[in-house]
C-alpha cells in the first residue's frame, strides 16, 4: 500500500531544507522523482548528493511566483501522479527584530506580501497547474502541501529569547500563510475531489538545521517527544500522503510535531 513503484512525483522547493529527504524518500518508495526549484545551482548541488547515493532525480528551474513559468514547468512535466508543494519562505529571526512585539510591529508591509506570494500564491498557482495536468491526463493524483506547526498554533516567542543578548521574534508572515495553506489545500480537496485527486497538507513542526543550542534545547523542552524534528522524520507521513495507504484521506491536516500543538 505504500508503494509508488511506476508513479511520477514533483516535489517544489526542490533545493530547500526538506527537498533532498522528500525526493529520497519517493525515490525508496518506487517514484520517478523531478525535483523544481528557482535556484539552479543549489538545486544541481541536491541533484549530485543524491546521484552519490544512487539516487537519479530529474531537475527543473521554476519561480513559483511567475504563473507562466509554473505552468510552463507543469504541463511540461505532464504526466504525473504525485505533486508536493514545499517551496516556501521561511523569514528567520533577525537581529534587528528585537522582543516579541517586533514579530508584528517590525514586519513591514513588503515583507509581508513577499511571503504570501511565495507562501499562498505561489502554492495556490502550483496546485491549481498540478490540478489541471492531472485532469488532462486522466491521473486520479495526489497533491501535499507543506504547511507548517505554526499555521496551526501561534508561535511561542519565548523560544525566541537566548539566555544571554536581546531577545528576537518569529514574524507574523510565516504562520499567517501556513495557516492559509490549510484553508487552501481543504478548499482545493472540495473543488476537485470529483476527479479522484486527493489534496492533503503535511504540517511539520520545527526541523533541526543550524539552529543554536539554546534554541535546539528550548524547542525540545516545548514538545512532547523533548526534541525537534529530524529531516527523516518527515519522511514516513509524506509517503503515507502520497500512497494508497491513505487512498481514503484528503482536505485532511497531518500534523508531525512531536506533540507540540497538543500540550
Not at 501522479?81 to 514579530?103: E, Q
Not at 500563510?177 to 480537496?189: D, Q
Request: proline share 4%.
Amino acid at each position: 500500500m505504500f508503494s509508488l513503484d511506476g508513479q511520477k512525483a514533483l516535489v517544489t522547493g526542490g533545493a530547500g531544507l526538506l527537498g533532498e529527504v522528500f525526493a529520497s524518500a519517493l525515490a525508496g518508495a518506487g517514484a520517478a522523482v523531478t525535483l523544481l526549484d528557482v535556484d539552479a545551482e543549489r538545486l544541481a548541488a541536491v541533484a549530485e548528493r543524491l546521484a552519490a547515493r544512487r539516487i537519479d532525480v530529474d531537475t527543473a528551474v521554476v519561480d513559483i511566483t511567475d504563473e507562466a513559468s509554473v505552468a510552463r514547468v507543469v504541463q511540461g512535466a505532464a504526466p504525473f501522479d504525485v505533486m508536493v508543494n514545499g517551496a516556501a519562505i521561511d523569514p528567520k529571526v533577525s537581529a534587528d527584530a528585537v522582543g516579541r512585539g517586533s514579530a508584528l510591529l517590525g514586519l513591514t508591509t513588503e515583507d509581508f506580501r513577499a511571503s504570501t506570494e511565495v507562501n499562498l500564491v505561489g502554492m495556490f498557482t502550483c496546485t491549481r497547474e498540478a490540478v489541471r495536468a492531472m485532469e488532462a491526463h486522466g491521473r486520479a493524483g495526489v497533491i501535499v502541501n507543506v504547511a507548517s506547526v505554526y499555521g496551526v498554533v501561534a508561535p511561542d516567542q519565548r523560544l525566541y529569547e537566548p539566555p544571554t543578548g536581546p531577545a528576537g521574534a518569529k514574524p507574523v508572515d510565516y504562520p499567517a500563510t501556513k495557516a492559509g495553506v490549510i484553508g487552501l489545500t481543504r478548499a482545493a480537496a472540495a473543488a476537485c475531489g470529483h476527479l479522484g485527486i486527493r489534496v492533503n497538507a503535511l504540517v511539520p513542526g520545527g526541523v533541526r538545521a543550524e539552529q543554536p543550542e539554546w534554541f535546539v534545547d528550548a524547542y525540545g523542552r516545548r514538545t512532547m517527544l523533548g526534541r525537534m524534528a529530524e529531516t527523516d522524520d518527515l519522511a514516513g507521513p509524506l509517503v503515507f500522503l502520497c500512497s494508497d495507504a491513505s487512498r481514503y484521506m484528503t482536505a485532511a491536516t497531518l500534523v508531525v510535531d512531536g506533540g507540540l500543538s497538543q500540550w
